[in-house]
T-cell receptor, first 114, second 112 residues
């Protein structure tokens, strides 16, 4: 069964450093998403991406965040200057079409900012 | 977005049927009801989706009354591996890229 993969599984960084979280969505999917979940809290939407551009973004997704699909398979989330409060689990998801609520989530990257 | 309300937690014994009810009084005409499951340290996983009446798949059933102001996720004969957080989401995906908005969910604990 096809699945969304994410690397690394755990990233530790110093405050102020840049991090890039990587995702490989399911190959025939067209819509891509990033969510985050701070420990013990709910899953929060960050950004959606379609046709090489951002479709929607939340208030969390400020200028420190960017997304990119550098090639036909990877989908990345970059945080330019990490803050302590960026520590969270980051989930990538993809869906075949927008006309569905069925999104396929990856296993997540746990980001720890020290 | 329609606000959803569901119990914070539930306990059940193995082998029992579990029903988790979600209320969504302000559901819009075009909104669908979707349920996700999340195990600790994993991403959410789609369980089932419906618009009205009853939907059943190999994992669960979803019951939606005629007024659609609530819905009930039914898990038949739960096992220990069904211990997870269950999220009820309501939204219209017809109008564009569908961004999921999760609430706090219902933490189901299955007891041996």
């Amino acid at each position: 069964e096809p699945e969304v993969t994410q690397t690394p599984s755990h990233q530790v960084t110093q405050m102020g450093q840049e991090v890039i979280l990587r995702c490989v969505p399911i190959s025939n999917h067209l819509y891509f998403y990033w969510y985050r979940q701070i420990l013990g809290q709910k899953v929060e939407f960050l950004v959606s991406f379609y046709n090489n551009e951002i479709s929607e973004k939340s208030e969390i997704f400020d200028d420190q965040f960017s997304v990119e699909r550098p090639d036909g398979s990877n989908f990345t989330l970059k945080i330019r200057s990490t803050k302590l409060e960026d520590s969270a689990m980051y989930f990538c998801a993809s869906s075949e079409d927008y006309r569905t609520n069925e999104q396929f989530f990856g296993p997540g990257t746990r980001l720890t900012v020290l | 977005l329609a606000k959803t309300t569901q119990p914070i937690s539930m306990d059940s014994y193995e082998g029992q049927e579990v029903n988790i009810t979600c209320s969504h009084n302000n559901i819009a005409t075009n909104d669908y009801i979707t349920w996700y499951q999340q195990f600790p340290s994993q991403g959410p996983r789609f369980i089932i989706q419906g618009y009205k009446t009853k939907v059943t798949n190999e994992v669960a059933s979803l019951f939606i009354p005629a007024d659609r102001k609530s819905s009930t996720l039914s898990l038949p004969r739960v096992s220990l591996s069904d211990t997870a957080v269950y999220y009820c989401l309501v939204g219209d995906f017809e109008t564009g890229a569908n961004n999921l908005f999760f609430g706090t969910g219902t933490r189901l604990t299955v007891i041996p």
